[in-house]
């Protein structure tokens, strides 16, 4: 296959699609997630914005150093302090990227800016120049090009590829055009711009209208070689191109899209959407192509019929080219050790990604309570094991609750607090806010709940209940997850784990405020 046929995939879930976000992923998290889409071989993966935060550098850098493969990439403003912060994080990456941008269309010019397209062309190549210092793969993205003038996109654009900028990015940023449309400004730029040869043509589609793929897939038509995508299509708004639908279009309409490819090793596609929707706490709606619950099912009996006969009659992918296992192993509390390690191998899990002894003990507790353990709930309990820290400050030692017809609920908890056992009891309208009430009691910290999510696990009555919470302490935000066959004790498990996120923050500001009088005491010191 020629690589001028290629399409380059460049993900953006960590960058683009984290700000969807109700809560900010941990690094943790962020690994997790960069491990698994390498794991689908993207080209590109946008991993971050590292001047934001000293966080989202942190997380940008590991993932540079760790995640082998695809060409790492960090997002900057066509800033000095935004590109040094980039180069600085990418620095120990085998392949990496920097990614800078710049607004073109006359609204971002005049209200956002508020400078001329020369003065915001000319800050495009400073930015271009100085990211030439830190690597020799630049990305250049003009903001809001969906509404940019033609002739001034493609004057911009020109000035770009003679700074030093190796892939053009055309975003259509809020979602506006529609695919002939875009189409035709991917032509304008290949036959108006004389040095476009020297760069890939690159498109980032935003969903507002619900047109992303099918722009996407206008774009390399007329000639774009990168798409810039997210797994299960998240991001800002109405979110971004989905990985796995443009993905899947190019590898089933062979007949209309052929030379062109990609490299996307679509077996990993329905695990990865599956983690992205579990870490994110996005669920997938199940009429979601290509990856929803839905997506393989017929309830028609004449669709039931077809597909008994010959599986092409309706459907035009197989469920296995995405991932889908048909036959899984029966996973109950006989299973031993090494059928679960083998289990969570095929499910593209690596030793290093869990603690088999803890998974295992999980697994046997769960698989007596259920009879039957299937890989969602299996990938659910390491998820949570890798969630869980060691050295926790709180553990949930007991729960016990009760709702009485016509009265109040009541619960008693049993709380560990740094080796040392409390135990409340308190009432409430129900048993998740009695517990709630008897947890509050024994941390004593003031917090207040702004969200409460529940999602289900599976499906049937015993279900793996999934809570995510956001609460409020002291001006800021902590999220927490649990998970449990019981919604109280899920619900428990999610407050335990926001009142560590809330004792390792205290312990990193107490450790901050001695440095900063430490070094104060020093400088007093050098003054007498």
Not at 148 to 166: F, M, Q
Not at 192 to 201: E, F, G, H, M, T
Not at 497 to 515: E, F, G, W, Y
Request: hydrophobic share 40%.
């Amino acid at each position: 296959m020629s690589a001028d046929n290629k399409i380059w995939i460049f993900d953006t879930t960590l960058r683009d699609g984290e700000q969807a976000l109700r809560a900010s992923l941990s690094q943790k998290q962020k690994i997790q997630l960069a491990h698994a889409i390498a794991r689908l071989n993207v080209d590109v993966m946008e991993v971050g914005f590292p001047v934001s935060s000293p966080g989202d550098f942190d997380s940008v850098q590991r993932i540079a150093r760790e995640v082998k493969g695809p060409i790492i990439c960090g997002l900057a403003r066509a800033v000095a302090a935004d590109i040094e912060a980039c180069g600085a994080a990418l620095k120990d990456a085998e392949r990496r990227r920097i990614h800078t941008f710049i607004a073109t269309s006359p609204l971002h010019l005049q209200y956002k800016l508020r400078k001329t397209l020369a003065e915001a062309s000319d800050q495009a190549v400073a930015a271009i120049k100085l990211a030439s210092r830190y690597t020799d793969d630049i990305e250049f993205s003009c903001e809001d090009a969906g509404r940019t003038p033609i002739d001034d996109l493609c004057w911009i654009v020109e000035r770009a590829i003679a700074a030093g900028a190796t892939t053009i990015n055309i975003p259509d940023t809020v979602g506006y055009t529609i695919p002939n449309e875009f189409a035709a400004i991917i032509h304008a730029l290949r036959s108006k711009v004389p040095n476009i040869d020297k760069a890939r043509l690159s498109v980032h589609c935003h969903n507002d209208l619900g047109l992303a793929v099918a722009n996407s897939i206008s774009a390399i038509q007329a000639g774009a070689r990168q798409i810039e995508c997210t797994v299960n299509g998240i991001g800002e708004r109405a979110g971004n191109c989905s990985l796995e639908e443009v993905a899947m279009i190019i590898n089933t309409r062979k007949d209309i899209l052929a030379p062109l490819y990609t490299d996307i090793k679509t077996t990993e596609i329905y695990r990865s959407s599956h983690l992205v929707s579990q870490i994110c706490n996005m669920p997938i709606q199940p009429n979601k192509a290509i990856v929803g619950e839905n997506a393989f099912a017929h309830s028609s009996g004449i669709h039931q019929d077809g597909v008994l006969k010959a599986q092409s009659t309706y459907e035009i992918i197989s469920p296995e080219q995405v991932g889908i296992r048909q036959n899984e192993l029966n996973l109950t509390s006989r299973s031993g050790r090494h059928v679960i390690q083998h289990r969570l191998a095929e499910l593209g899990y690596t030793k290093d990604d869990y603690d088999l002894e803890a998974v295992y003990s999980s697994f046997v507790a769960l698989a007596d309570q259920k009879g039957r353990v299937f890989d969602y709930d299996l990938e659910a309990l390491v998820f949570f094991q890798n969630l869980q820290e060691q050295d926790e400050f709180y553990k949930l030692e007991f729960l016990s609750s009760s709702t009485h017809t016509g009265h109040v609920a009541s619960a008693t908890v049993g709380l560990s607090c740094g080796g040392k056992i409390f135990i409340e009891a308190a009432t409430g309208n129900g048993p998740v806010e009695a517990a709630f009430q008897a947890v509050q009691r024994i941390s004593k910290l003031q917090i207040r709940m702004v969200d409460f999510n529940l999602s289900a696990k599976g499906s049937g009555e015993d279900a793996l209940g999934q809570v995510d919470i956001i609460a409020e302490h002291e001006g800021r935000r902590f999220h927490g997850a649990g998970l449990a066959t019981d919604i109280v004790r899920a619900s428990v498990l999610a407050y335990v784990h926001v009142l560590n996120m809330i004792q390792r923050a205290q312990t990193i500001d107490a450790h901050k405020q001695a440095k900063a009088n430490e070094s104060q005491i020093k400088q007093a010191a050098g003054e007498i």
